[in-house]
């Protein structure tokens, strides 16, 4: 079986071609923005329309702009263009499946929410860019003439992370991590490893096709802060001592927002300027997703209103703020 893996040098697209490049069997070709040293990879725009001298069975399609900083353009472009643009490739190769990994995020309201599953409602209204292009480009996958199927990934961790784990550890090691306080109720979490969301594509793309969309996590939910201690422990990095409460984080992260969105400032010159003082960019603001037996997934016992917010937040005269981080397959 020959696949086509788009976004070949990103977290999810290269983990699974390092996993499954020597499977007898499969033939992988990836491609990507990016320059990388890969076997069987090739360096595109998927931005633009392309072509390759490659027939698939099966396209993987991973690529996407899951970074916590971007315009709206650039959201569009690389997740609904580079989708449209994929789309149109597999109709002029013989219509090979499309597996499209989107993203829980769709699903993502301002408000409680409890057991998702493959059927809860999603839109009209989306947490943030990142949600709303991920799901535009579900419905042009769905617009496909050929065989599809969506997976939708939850929070996605492991080896090759750059947004998850890394941002939380650097920040701790740094000494500015809080620990969060003022929910009423442990926040749970059901993530999803890598090598698990690897190992379910070789089904995605070779089973017969049951339902249009799957819902990806590790089955297992867990205290999102009491998983983070723990690893901080085996890690050998100390524990925060610093408190920060929910409302305090939230208020600096959505004024900070609402600044460079006035500014229009890039995300680069956030990025840098919240460098330069003591600045915390990390992922805990709570949130979680957990599933119980019969549901797909479960979607958290508090969560705020800025879900997934694209948002900085910065220690400013001793608060400390965070960075809401869009947490993605890609």
Same mark, same amino acid.
């Given at each position: ?9 990103g ?6 071609m ?15 923005r990016?320059?990388v040293?890969?076997?069987?990879y090739q ?23 899951a970074?916590?900083?971007g ?9 609904v ?14 219509k090979?499946r ?29 947490v ?39 941002r ?6 740094k ?8 929910q009423?109720?442990?926040v ?27 819902n ?20 050998g ?13 939230? @208020? ?23 460098r330069?003082r ?5 992922d805990l ?5 957990a ?7 479960r979607?958290? @016992?508090?969560w ?25 397959s890609?």
């Open positions: 079986m020959k696949i086509l893996v788009t976004g070949a040098s977290f999810v697209g290269g983990a699974f390092r996993r499954f490049s020597s499977r007898p069997g499969l033939t992988l070709h990836g491609i990507a990016r320059a040293d890969l076997p069987n360096r595109i725009d998927l931005t633009r329309p392309f072509d390759l001298p490659f027939e698939p069975d099966v396209v993987i399609h991973a690529a996407a702009r970074s916590p900083w315009t709206r353009r650039q959201y569009h472009e690389q997740n263009v580079a989708t449209r643009n994929v789309v149109d490739f597999c109709e002029k190769k013989g090979p499309l597996v499209y990994i989107s993203s829980t995020a769709v699903f993502y309201r301002e408000e409680h929410q409890f057991d998702l599953t493959e059927t809860s409602p999603i839109g009209p209204r989306f943030n860019e990142y949600a709303a292009t991920k799901y535009r480009g579900e419905t042009v996958v769905q617009s496909y003439r050929g065989e599809s199927l969506i997976l939708r990934p939850r929070a996605v961790f492991g080896p090759g992370d750059t947004v998850l784990f890394p939380v550890l650097a920040a701790a090691r000494g500015v991590l809080p620990l969060f306080v003022g009423t109720q442990p749970m979490g059901d993530l999803i490893y890598i090598d698990t969301l690897c190992d379910y594509l070789p089904d995605a793309a070779q089973r017969a096709q049951v339902a249009e969309s799957y990806l996590t590790n089955g297992r939910p867990v205290e999102i802060q009491r998983l983070l201690l723990d690893v901080l422990d085996r890690l990095v100390p524990r925060p001592k610093r408190q920060l409460s929910i409302a305090s984080a939230l @208020r600096v992260a959505t004024v900070l927002e609402w600044l460079y969105r006035l500014l229009r400032l890039s995300w680069r010159t956030a990025d840098n300027a919240l330069n003591r600045r915390l960019f990390e603001r709570p949130q979680s997703h599933s119980r037996p019969g549901s797909t997934e979607k958290p @016992r508090r705020d209103r800025t879900v997934h917010r694209l948002a900085a937040s910065a220690v400013v005269d001793g608060y400390c703020g965070t960075e809401s981080v869009v947490m993605s890609a």
